[in-house]
């Protein structure tokens, strides 16, 4: 095939290097030369005065094609006998093509053969100086057979000058030499890989691999945390290659004491901050892994943590819990901390919105008992996912972008929640017994968090959830809502999401967000509603606003009627007085009241009554009769039916009440 060009005007518009070298008519051969080379194949190129003739050897470059496609099949089959019956005789017909000089140099030495792979890669060179694969297989020979560093750095470096952007060739020398065992060498060449292409999961493995071998644990994470973020598919060897590592490494750092000195720091700052001490405690019983206890909704003069030893990593935890206390302290600098209030009112709109939910578990067999316990875990659980769920997405964005020594401990652990969260929402017998939209709602949240894993550290469990299409798409526009806020938030917007994520899901009509200063203000504490109590115990001055609300209203809700309010409310006192004393001392007020009752205990307006172990205390006579009871319920209930005290029920629901911290 030939291709006739006059060399006028209209040429140089199309070639123009022609026009900018001066008019040198070799720059135009080159320029037409590269413009039609196919593949491996050059073709002619010749100028006659004012013609320029390029000729194209069609078949012969059908043929070598096809026998050079054939060469490369049979090498990736390690048939390389075969392939050198095709390759010779083309090098013979074409002795000028480098790249068939480069393959052959490859075969030789993957057969054995250094030294004639050697000149095969010279011939490669010579024929072509810029053939890069040709150089990097030079430097590997030199390194690897030779063990000749110093000369193969020379061919990798004359490759890198030739093409200084190909991130892949130069991760390809940085593995290279990794594998030879010269570590500080490979990772040289890595980091220039890694400058040039940030995106290549390869790279970041590599130098997780390096800095592991260093002995450097927390660089080696962070870049196997890189290289599962930059990999497209979750199936494909890297991949997983990386997360294994990652979790190993994250395992080996948790067992140092970094995250226990990290957590103190952090702690100290924040007793400084609130000017109150914060204690810290085991408890396996907590419902979540760690749980922070504020000083001012337990009347104390400390803050508390409780953590769950048997979780993992648990000083991340334990940090997590502080952070709360960090966002609320901020919000209350600016007056604006909110509580999240879910108290029995609120549940006894959930049990009734879930009536029929309920019916059909009694159809199905279940017991009051178990129906019970289970409508009470899902109203809890609900809510504290309905308040926490956004929190702790600025709480774990703050930790990962403030705490990177942490982050070892903060992937082991949420990998762990995540995963749990997973299972309670696709349980074949969760998703049979739950509520469609506590259901929903549930996973959609547990999604949001999903999200910001895969964000935070590459790990996507999303298509584990067996989520619907819409469900994926409510916990995107979430997610992107957090975004919005978190680019420039400020003290206390965190309650706005919560707030707007309760609407969203349809559950804002089982908790609200109240503001601190008006809640501590006006108290609806249980110490409050006692005081009230103790003032009109007959409810002849009934405050509207708030007796009512507390007490008649959600006693009534509950089938109370025939109940005697005051005693409830007196019983709970009563169960917070005796909860942290031993049987024996509550044995001994038992007995002294006993001594009282024996002249009688009048409920009579103004008529008060002490007892000599409670001491700084008056009591009124319901207050009395709660203690009574209570008191012979926790020390001697083989004798209480003997007291002829019939407050069982008050008692169940004062226990009730009691146990949910109202």
């Known amino acids: 095939m030939r291709i006739v060009h006059y060399i006028d005007d209209f040429l140089l518009e199309l070639f123009p290097k022609y026009l900018k070298s001066n008019k040198d008519i070799e720059i135009l051969k080159e320029e037409l030369t590269d413009y039609y080379t196919f593949g491996l194949y050059k073709p002619t190129v010749t100028v006659d005065n004012d013609w320029a003739i390029i000729d ?52 030789l030495s993957d057969e054995g053969d250094q030294e004639e792979a050697i000149n095969s890669l010279i011939d490669a060179l010579k024929w072509n100086p810029k053939n890069g694969y040709a150089l990097i297989m030079m430097g590997n020979i030199f390194a690897k057979f030779k063990d000749d560093i110093e000369t193969a ?73 890189k290289s599962m973020k930059v990999s497209t598919n979750a199936l494909d060897g890297m991949y997983r290659s ?23 720091e952090f702690r100290t700052h924040l007793e400084n901050k609130t000017g109150k001490q914060i204690k810290v405690i085991k408890d396996e019983t907590i419902p979540t892994a760690a749980k922070m206890e504020f000083a001012e909704n337990y009347s104390r003069d400390y803050h508390l943590i409780k953590y769950n030893p048997t979780y993992p990593a648990v000083e991340h935890l334990m940090m997590h819990e502080l952070v709360h206390l960090e966002l609320a302290t901020e919000a209350r600098e600016e007056n604006c901390n909110m509580l999240f209030i879910a108290g029995n009112e609120k549940k006894v709109r959930f049990i009734k919105d879930h009536e029929k939910d309920l019916n059909k578990l009694n159809k199905e067999g279940y017991s009051d008992t178990v129906i019970a ?92 959830f067996n989520a619907l299409p819409g469900e994926i798409k409510e916990a995107n526009r979430m997610w ?32 609200e967000l109240v503001d601190e200063d008006d809640y501590r203000n006006h108290p609806r504490t249980v110490e409050a509603v006692l005081q009230s ?84 205390k008056d009591f009124s006579g319901y207050h009395l009769l709660a203690y009574y009871y209570v008191s012979w319920k926790l020390a001697i209930p083989e004798m209480l039916e003997a007291l002829k005290l019939t407050y069982d029920a008050e008692y169940n629901l004062a226990e009730q009440m009691f146990k949910s911290n109202l």
């Not at 997780?208 to 870049?223: C, D, P, R, V």
């Not at 990386?242 to 103190?264: H, R, T, V």
């Not at 999903?450 to 584990?464: P, R, T």
């Open 242 to 264: 990386a997360y294994a590592s990652a979790l190993k490494l994250a395992e080996e750092i948790s067992k140092s004491k970094k995250g226990a000195e990290i957590f103190n």
């Open 153 to 225: 750095l020379k061919y990798y470096n004359q490759a890198l000058k030739i093409k200084p952007d190909d991130h892949i060739a130069v991760n390809n020398i940085g593995a290279n030499l990794l594998q030879l065992g010269k570590i500080s060498e490979g990772i040289e060449y890595l980091k220039k890989a890694y400058l040039i292409n940030p995106n290549y999961p390869n790279t970041s493995y590599g130098l997780s691999f390096a800095y592991e071998n260093l002995g450097n644990k927390q660089i080696a994470f962070e870049y196997a945390i």
């Open 373 to 464: 316990n289970f409508i009470t875990s899902l109203y809890e659980g609900i809510n504290r996912q309905l308040f926490n769920a956004p929190v702790d997405l600025f709480i774990e964005d703050f930790l990962f972008v403030n705490y990177p020594e942490l982050q070892p401990y903060q992937f082991i652990s949420l990998n762990k929640l995540i995963n749990e969260g997973k299972t309670a929402v696709t349980d074949k017998l969760a998703e049979k017994l739950t509520p469609k939209d506590v259901l929903n709602a549930s996973k959609i949240l547990n999604l949001v968090n999903a999200i910001q894993f895969k964000d935070l550290f590459g790990i996507d469990l999303i298509k584990q």
């Open 533 to 616: 109590i103790e003032d009109d115990p007959f409810g002849l001055e009934v405050d509207k606003n708030f007796k009512e609300k507390e007490m008649k209203k959600f006693l009534e809700t509950q089938n109370t009627i025939g109940t005697n309010q005051a005693i409830i409310w007196f019983m709970i006192d009563a169960l917070k007085y005796f909860e942290n004393l031993s049987t024996d001392k509550i044995k001994k007020i038992a007995f002294e009241i006993a001594m009282i009752g024996t002249q009688g205990i009048s409920p009579e307006p103004g008529k008060t009554y002490k007892v000599g172990s409670i001491p700084g």
């Open 480 to 511: 992107e809502e957090f975004l919005e806020y978190r680019k420039d938030r400020k003290p206390g917007e965190e309650y706005e999401i919560v707030k707007h994520w309760g609407e969203d899901l349809k559950m804002n009509e089982y908790f």
């Open 56 to 107: 194209i050897d069609i078949p012969t470059i059908f043929e070598q094609e096809q026998n050079f496609s054939k060469v490369v099949s049979l090498c990736e089959k390690k048939k390389f006998t075969d392939a050198k019956k095709v390759l010779i005789p083309l090098i013979e017909k074409n002795p000028t093509n480098s790249e068939y000089h480069r393959i052959l140099g490859q075969i």
